[in-house]
């Protein structure tokens, strides 16, 4: 698999916000995927390049944000309004099938994955 350079994340306390980024050149999708300790990798955001749809995981409608910038090829995720259970570590995958929806953490239509970046929310 082909590897997607991402960045951002960190520590912040409950509350904070944190941005991360995902560049990611001629995606049909680009999903935003976490992982937290013992837990399975659940998907939390993804954007569709044909028509921009975004969708999001019930747990952070209305505190995280998928934007994307088709100049820069990067695809944000603004997380707002952290709370400690958003602790682990996300990852963006991107599907350049046409088949590919980056909804599932396991779909074999997700052709490259980024490195994986820690978001750490203490209370």
């Known amino acids: 698999l082909a590897q997607l350079m991402q960045s951002g994340g960190g520590s912040v306390q409950a509350g904070g916000s944190l941005r991360l980024s995902c560049l990611a050149s001629?995606?049909?999708?680009v999903g935003w995927f976490r992982q937290a300790p013992g837990k399975e990798r659940e998907g939390v955001a993804r954007?569709?390049?044909?028509?921009?749809?975004?969708y999001y995981a019930d747990s952070v409608k209305g505190r995280f944000t998928i934007s994307r910038d088709n100049a820069k090829s990067t695809v944000y995720l603004q997380m707002g309004s952290l709370k400690p259970e958003d602790t682990g570590t996300y990852y963006c995958?991107?599907?350049?099938?046409?088949?590919?929806?980056?909804?599932?953490?396991?779909?074999?239509?997700?052709?490259?994955w980024g490195q994986g970046t820690l978001v750490s929310v203490s209370s």
């Open positions: 001629g995606a049909r999708c």
């Open positions: 995958a991107a599907s350049f099938q046409e088949e590919g929806t980056c909804r599932d953490a396991s779909s074999t239509t997700l052709d490259a």
């Open positions: 954007i569709y390049s044909a028509n921009g749809g975004r």
